[in-house]
């Protein structure tokens, strides 16, 4: 009954395989993909952390979060008033109303929305494109999550760096072509990049997902983590998936 209650005509149920929790989507808005699900996976929460995951959309991020963390606190920030509610009710549906807070708010204004230095993480899995030419409605929400068109990535990063405490990480999924700009808008920031994963779709192939993490006032040094390759031949996932998606 519940179920039906929650929702609407064009939504539907997807099971995370995580704690028995469940997220509500519509196909014809935006779907969370596999950079939400490796993003979780390679983010480090320490217990009793505090979360911000910037342009939630649906709120996938801080309830896989929730579920493989020990996080004190986890919260959402979103644009779009329609991804927020949903992303509400998902939080609802699994009884997560006290450990995560949904936002309806801009990025940009991140630092005025909340405290300065009060968060010990922040997510994002942001738009990978630039700009706004050949977009038939740059206003739809598949646009706004694929495309720069409400938020560039140096706006992501100004805002990060406000709301972190100083030594706190800022984890984040993007694509290898534009790595070079995102280190440099990094330390612009003072967002020094610590740890880098590629992500290959297989093993031969180029690497198609690049994952980062920053820390607020870190020393110049970093990791490069051995590669996760997605698919040891067509259709079947690589162990390390597995893992991840915890099947």
Not at 152 to 164: G, N, P, R, S
């Amino acid at each position: 009954m519940i179920d039906k209650v929650l929702l609407k005509p064009t939504e539907r149920l997807d099971d995370l395989q995580r704690n028995g929790y469940r997220i509500i989507q519509d196909p014809g808005r935006f779907c969370f993909g596999m950079d939400a699900v490796l993003l979780s996976g390679f983010a480090r929460i320490k217990p009793g952390a505090k979360v911000l995951d910037m342009g939630t959309g649906t709120g996938i991020i801080p309830i896989l979060l929730e579920a493989r963390s020990e996080a004190s606190h986890l919260t959402g920030l979103e644009i779009q008033e329609e991804s927020a509610d949903m992303a509400r009710r998902s939080v609802a549906l699994n009884g997560l109303e006290e450990k995560i807070a949904i936002v309806q708010g801009d990025i940009k204004e991140a630092g005025v929305i909340f405290p300065a230095a009060s968060f010990d993480v922040v997510t994002c899995n942001p738009p990978y494109m630039i700009g706004q030419h050949g977009l038939p409605n740059p206003d739809s929400p598949k646009a706004i999550a694929r495309h720069e068109v409400l938020c560039t990535f140096e706006d992501i990063a100004a805002q990060a760096q406000k709301v972190l405490k100083p030594g706190g990480s800022f984890f984040l999924v993007h694509r290898p072509f534009r790595l070079a700009e995102l280190i440099t808008t990094l330390v612009k920031y003072k967002l020094e990049p610590k740890r880098m994963q590629l992500v290959y779709p297989y093993v031969d192939r180029e690497p198609n997902m690049v994952l980062l993490e920053a820390v607020r006032g870190g020393k110049s040094r970093m990791q490069v983590e051995k590669p996760l390759i997605v698919y040891k031949e067509q259709g079947v996932y690589t162990d390390e998936i597995y893992d991840i998606y915890g099947y």
